[in-house]
């Protein structure tokens, strides 16, 4: 659906050059919500920018559907921006306008039939569900219905890609977690493709199926979000994933646990309907070795359960290596800490 080839941007401020994007290669597939992760001058706003040509890159391709953005007409361009929506984080509403009419603004600007823009209007009122909201202003409503005008107006022209630069960073926790529910919604409604950037990795693990997370203008690592926050390979993705998980508490127990001579602590990873099965405690029955589990989690990535143990395994080294063989054997995966 998107792809950005050999991408580069630099800005120019004065006489001096600001490198903020380079060389990023990318492909996002139609229908996927694909995260950009990074923290603050990373690139990402620079990169979420380029997609619809907002910045122009200063090299590279730039594909969305069959067509090179970088090739076209300013004519043709805005053309093609139609297929492309955006939310922001600070809204970007018309605060002179009403709901209705900041939703209508797209369809207006294109000039489409009165009628239709009414009609087009109720229906993506009800989507967001502001329907009790309509001739309010922005001033009148809070931050999370702010938003849902945002995603209503971004949404009315029918596009196949919706780019989300930081759309929750200004919204409370569970404004936050409303305002992706409605994405997620969209998104399996509509096949709608969506690309968010953030700095905040709840964001990702909640939503997104596929994440890259950018460093410098460079892309450090990309995968599925499953992969990447089970396996994650640079440090600055490790980093994120710590802002998630209680590594602290982690780091403590491990301490704690070293400095008792303990040595076999194992941690375990349980993904889909596996997280619900007593594989843990089968496999050491089986093994004749005892465990105590020192920390666990229980939680969900998008729409896959997921569990991850760290257990002290007691036995003999070869009950123990029976103990993981086992382990491995059910499909989970063991990692020795
Ligand atoms: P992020 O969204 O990850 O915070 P940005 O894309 O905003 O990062 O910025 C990337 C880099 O580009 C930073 O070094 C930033 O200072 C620089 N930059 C961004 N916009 C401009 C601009 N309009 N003029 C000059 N430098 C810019």
Redesign the pocket.
């Known amino acids: 659906m998107i792809r950005l080839e050999q991408l580069h941007k630099s ?3 004065g006489s001096k050059t ?4 380079a060389d990023i290669n990318l492909a996002i597939e139609p229908g996927e919500i694909f995260g950009i992760i ?12 380029c997609i619809n040509l907002l ?1 122009r890159p200063t090299g590279g391709r730039v594909i969305v559907g069959e067509t090179d953005l970088t090739t076209l007409t300013a004519k043709e361009l805005q053309q093609e921006r139609r297929k492309i929506g955006m939310i922001f984080q600070h809204f970007n509403l018309l605060s002179s306008a009403t709901v209705q009419d900041n939703i209508a603004f797209p369809l207006r600007l294109a000039k489409r039939p009165k009628e239709e823009v009414d009609r087009r209007v109720s229906e993506l009122i009800q989507l967001v569900g502001l329907e009790e909201h309509r001739t309010k202003f922005p001033a009148q409503l809070s931050g999370g219905q702010k938003q849902r005008v945002g995603i209503a107006r971004a949404l009315a022209a029918d596009p196949k890609v919706l780019l989300c ?2 759309a929750t960073s200004a919204l409370d926790p569970q404004t936050t977690a409303s305002i992706l529910a409605l994405l997620r919604d969209i998104n399996r409604r509509f096949g709608l493709t969506i690309v968010l ?1 953030t ?1 905040e990795m709840q964001v990702i693990r909640a939503v997104c199926d596929r994440l890259a997370v ?1 460093e410098s ?1 460079q892309i450090v690592e990309t995968g599925r979000v499953l992969d990447v926050f089970l396996k994650p390979q640079h440090p600055t993705t490790r980093e994120f994933i710590e802002q998630v998980e209680d590594s602290a508490e982690l780091r403590e127990v491990l301490k704690h646990e070293k400095a008792a001579g303990t040595r076999n602590i194992v941690r375990i990873t349980f993904i889909g309907e596996k997280t619900y099965e007593p594989v843990l405690y089968e496999s050491m029955r089986e093994a004749d070795v005892s465990f105590a589990i020192l920390q666990g989690t229980i939680s969900r990535m998008k729409d896959t359960p997921y569990g991850q143990l760290v257990v002290e395994l007691n036995g003999t080294t070869e009950q123990v290596e029976e103990a993981i063989r086992l382990l491995l054997a059910r499909g989970v995966e063991v990692e020795r800490l």
């Open positions: 800005y120019t401020v600001v490198p903020a994007l990074g923290h603050s001058g990373a690139g990402k706003s620079t990169l979420v920018r910045e630069d930081e950037i700095h950018i203008g």
